[in-house]
């Protein structure tokens, strides 16, 4: 299972204009390459659809080994959403032991911390700059 899980997934976010959002998670069949569409970036690859139909074949052969069942839409929506959150997880966790080991800095608690602090605040107005005073 970790060879599939290893990059962002691909998932038909727009799936739900083509159909009832039950039908669709009941959908024991990959969508079709065009339903993987999305108004923001265009069509996939033929390749991500490929990583799509590997995740999906994998899956479905676990769910089989282990249930006797067969791999539904709602299967592959979990497990990519599953998915996602530890990717994200892990680059943060990334980031955060690269700026630990670079200056000892921790971010998360940085971060943090630049919210208590006052910080100024440049404002313009019609008779020119001037500084004032805000907490962040």
């Known amino acids: 299972m970790i060879v599939v899980a290893v990059q962002k997934g691909v998932y038909p976010?727009?799936?739900d204009r083509h159909g009832d959002w039950a039908d669709m998670m009941a959908a024991t069949e990959l969508p079709t390459i065009k339903?993987?569409?999305s108004t923001l970036t265009g069509d996939i690859s033929a390749k991500d659809y490929g990583r799509a139909r590997v995740v999906w074949d994998t899956l479905a052969t676990v769910k089989w080994e282990q249930s006797?069942?067969?791999l539904t839409f709602e299967d592959y929506h979990r497990f990519y959403l599953q998915n996602d959150v530890l990717l994200l997880a892990e680059a943060a966790r990334s980031f955060q032991k690269t700026w630990w080991d670079l200056a000892r800095i921790d971010p998360n608690v940085q971060l943090?911390?630049?919210e208590q602090h006052v910080?100024?605040?440049?404002?313009q107005t019609h008779g020119g700059a001037?500084?004032?005073r805000a907490r962040a």
């Open 35 to 37: 339903c993987f569409h």
């Open 119 to 123: 910080v100024g605040v440049h404002v």
């Open 13 to 15: 976010y727009e799936l």
């Open 68 to 70: 006797q069942e067969l």
């Open 130 to 132: 001037r500084m004032c």
């Open 112 to 114: 943090c911390n630049a």
